[in-house]
């Protein structure tokens, strides 16, 4: 069955870097995907890609199976839930049960 | 653009009875998905719909579940009858032709089952 891992929480303080760790069995799946969810907000892309890259405080690493999502000098508002999705070639998303990030001030 | 829209955004209703959910998705948007987030499995495809015909609804949970989209522009959920565990967010996503890059999320419906 296709199925996406990530840890269920990670905790950090502020300015600390967080890191996200996330890995797959989707068959054909190339690309991740990661998103962040406030509750009660649609779930926003803040990455993506079949290669390693960057926007803004967001780095996200690429290997065929398994992603990295780097949240740097973290702060106390960056607290939510963060999904992680592979992407297979008919571009459906399976995503992960979310990683929930503490942040103590 | 406003964006994918779901209605409503909170709904509480009492078990055996029977729920909509509502979804526009962006204009021009070709492919429609319903998820449903639950603390437990995070967010799970229930289904999705391309140019408004189901391709896939194997993440239906059972046959109390149903979606239909009979417009470019409008899309239900609907469950019959309701259970306390179908109490979770639902959310409903669009996206434009073959590209993945494109997906938007509604902000979803809360449903409570009592």
């Known amino acids: 069955k296709d199925q996406v891992f990530q840890p269920s929480t990670v905790a950090s303080s502020e300015g600390a870097v967080v890191e996200i760790f996330c890995n797959h069995s989707?068959?054909?799946?190339?690309?991740f995907f990661w998103y962040l969810h406030f509750p009660g907000c649609a779930p926003r892309l803040l990455v993506k890609?079949?290669?390693?890259?960057q926007q803004g405080r967001y780095n996200m690493t690429y290997e065929r199976f398994s992603s990295s999502l780097l949240i740097l000098q973290v702060r106390e508002a960056d607290a939510a839930v963060y999904y992680c999705?592979?992407?297979?070639?008919?571009?459906?998303?399976?995503f992960g049960a979310g990683t929930t990030v503490t942040v103590r001030a | 653009d406003a964006g994918v829209i779901q209605s409503p955004r909170h709904e509480v209703t009492e078990m055996g009875q029977e729920v909509t959910l509502r979804c526009k998705p962006i204009?021009?948007?070709?492919?429609l998905f319903w998820y449903r987030q639950t603390m437990m499995r995070g967010l799970e495809l229930l289904i999705y719909?391309?140019?408004?015909?189901?391709?896939?609804d194997s993440g239906m949970p059972e046959d109390r579940f149903s979606a239909k989209m009979p417009n470019a522009s409008f899309s239900t959920l609907k469950i019959q009858p309701s259970e306390p565990r179908d109490s979770a967010v639902y959310f409903c996503?669009?996206?434009?032709?073959?590209?993945?890059?494109?997906?938007?999320f509604g902000s979803g419906t809360r449903l409570t089952v009592v």
């Open positions: 999705a592979a992407c297979s070639n008919d571009y459906k998303l399976s």
């Open positions: 719909f391309n140019n408004n015909v189901p391709i896939d």
């Open positions: 890609g079949s290669k390693p890259s």
């Open positions: 204009s021009g948007h070709d492919y």
């Open positions: 989707v068959s054909n799946a190339y690309n």
């Open positions: 996503a669009s996206r434009a032709g073959q590209g993945a890059y494109g997906y938007t």
